[in-house]
């Protein structure tokens, strides 16, 4: 009867034992995913791209090489000009695939939008985005597959 109880015991122990180290992993998985968001749209809200290449997955630079190209001495200029820098907020996260893609719900503040080649930015007081991110080797990452488009509500 002991032996039986010890196993029991043992058998349980294991399954919580194994049932926190994964709720655990899951945990640490979505915070290293909500401060890659958080820090890569404070960056690009702030157009600081050469910042936030370091928070994308491979082939998504070419988006943030491509909007630095259009950048204009009166962008720069209009970006200095603003009382403080833009502000992001993550609404919510929605994992798929496994758990290995997921997109935020990204709410950016106060930001220069940018406007069609040759036009100065305008600035932008709130607007959502949809932020796609794929997990690389451990790591979640954004991924781009154009520059990044506001939601219509």
Not at 17 to 41: I, N, P
Not at 129 to 136: C, D, E, P, Q
Request: hydrophobic share 40%; proline share 2%.
């Amino acid at each position: 009867m002991k032996t039986k109880c010890h196993v029991l015991t043992v058998t349980v122990l294991t399954l919580l034992v194994g049932m926190a180290a994964l709720s655990s992993c899951e945990h640490y998985q979505e915070k290293q995913l909500r401060d890659t968001v958080s820090d890569f749209s404070t960056a690009y809200f702030n157009w600081q791209y050469h910042k936030a290449v370091r928070f994308c997955a491979p082939g998504s630079e070419r988006w943030l090489a491509y909007m630095a190209s259009q950048v204009t001495q009166r962008d720069v200029d209009t970006l200095r000009a603003l009382p403080e820098g833009a502000s992001v907020r993550i609404n919510s996260m929605r994992f798929y695939k496994g758990d290995s893609v997921a997109v935020a719900d990204v709410e950016a503040r106060d930001f220069l939008e940018m406007d069609t080649i040759g036009k100065t930015g305008r600035w932008v007081e709130k607007a959502r985005y949809l932020i796609s991110a794929r997990l690389v080797r451990g790591v979640w990452k954004v991924w781009l597959s154009a520059p990044l488009r506001a939601e219509k509500d």
